[in-house]
């Protein structure tokens, strides 16, 4: 049987384009792409090449006993988890004073405990046999981003954890990559940096094709390490990768 891949922040942005490089990909035969938007996933699994299993699941992340749910039922139906993509994020860029404690606390559910969460019910079934997660953390985790508190700190929050697991869970085979784009042409974005002129930015396509690099063979001795995506910015329309996506 071909491998299954869990991928969560599928229905568009940088998890979508993930789901399309790595569609391509002839070992990965199960797809599970998880967001809340139903109609966003079924759009991304158009865009998949024809002939994988693609499962769509609109949940909440932050709804941890369906995901648990979801995860098990996985690990049931397919015998393990091969890949774990853990994409989606969430910002609402603010300073400390303007930040209120929901505000931190629905960052922190999203962009940490929900990676925590699904990452814990994933490796009860991924221990059998190894395999691969790779989270997206961001530049904004490893510098100074005055305004963005709690967005910024909860990407640190991911790159330590990487780094831990990616020692903690290397005697059950499982290499754990971390990679920190910086700014990439998505909704995510235009929350960050609504003056900007996404053409001239880094496109979503682009990291898929760095992710499907990354969890080949090529890239196996980079799992570990947080590795930045970054595209200088231009004064002309950065040119698209063939697969347009978004
Ligand atoms: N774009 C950038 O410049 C940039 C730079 C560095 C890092 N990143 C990181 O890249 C990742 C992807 O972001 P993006 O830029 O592609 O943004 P995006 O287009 O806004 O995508 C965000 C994804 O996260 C999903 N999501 C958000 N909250 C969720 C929840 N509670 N439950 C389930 N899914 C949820 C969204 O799906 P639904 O709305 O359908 O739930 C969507 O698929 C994020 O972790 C972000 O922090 C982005």
């Known amino acids: 049987m071909g491998k299954t891949c869990v991928i969560t922040g599928a229905s568009r942005g940088i998890g979508r384009a993930i789901a399309i490089s790595l569609s391509d990909r002839e070992d990965i035969t199960n797809f599970i792409l998880i967001s809340r938007s139903e109609a966003g996933l079924q759009e991304t699994a158009s865009f998949m090449h024809p002939g994988k299993n693609v499962q769509a699941y609109a949940l909440d992340l932050t709804d941890y006993t369906a995901v648990q749910d979801l995860i098990q039922s996985v690990g049931e139906r397919y015998g393990t988890i091969d890949m774990l993509i853990n994409v989606a994020g969430y910002a609402n860029p603010k300073s400390l004073l303007e930040t209120s404690i929901d505000d931190w606390e629905k960052t922190y559910s999203i962009n940490v405990h929900s990676i925590f969460n699904i990452t814990k019910e994933t490796v009860k079934w991924m221990k059998k046999t190894g395999g691969q997660i790779l989270n997206v953390a961001s530049t904004a985790g490893s510098s100074a981003r005055p305004g963005w508190l709690a967005y910024a700190s909860s990407k640190a929050a991911i790159i330590s954890m990487s780094q831990t697991l990616s020692e903690e869970l290397s005697e059950y085979g499982i290499l754990v990559y971390c990679i920190s784009p910086g700014r990439c042409a998505t909704e995510l974005r235009k929350v960050l940096a609504p003056d900007e002129d996404p053409s001239t930015i880094m496109q979503p396509e682009h990291v898929g094709e760095v992710v499907k ?17 970054r595209k200088q910015v231009t004064k002309r329309p950065v040119k698209q990768v063939t697969k347009q996506t978004s």
Request: a negative charge; charged letters at 20%; proline letters at 0%.
């Open 213 to 229: 690099q990354l969890l080949s063979e090529d890239g196996v001795c980079l799992d570990g390490q947080n590795i930045v995506v």
